[in-house]
């Protein structure tokens, strides 16, 4: 039987990790299965790429919710 898992989801995770990419298992990660991203991890990227941010605040007021 042909699933998502065994047929996209695999492929995908191979493609990735073949190309450098670290995969993480979901339950593993420091989020709420609701959050979209890992606040931290997306935190420091952002810092990283834009370092003028650091010392934003984090939150944006009314961001979320939209």
């Keep these: 039987m042909f ?4 047929t996209v989801e695999q492929m ?7 190309n450098g990419w670290t995969y993480a298992a979901g ?14 991890s997306l935190r420091q ?11 934003l605040p984090m939150s944006c007021g009314g961001c979320r919710g939209y």
């Design 3 to 6: 699933t998502e898992a065994n």
């Design 12 to 18: 995908v995770l191979d493609a990735c990790v073949s």
């Design 27 to 40: 339950p593993t990660l420091s989020r709420q299965a609701s959050d979209v991203f890992v606040e931290s």
């Design 45 to 55: 990227a952002l810092i990283k790429l834009n370092p003028e941010i650091a010392g």
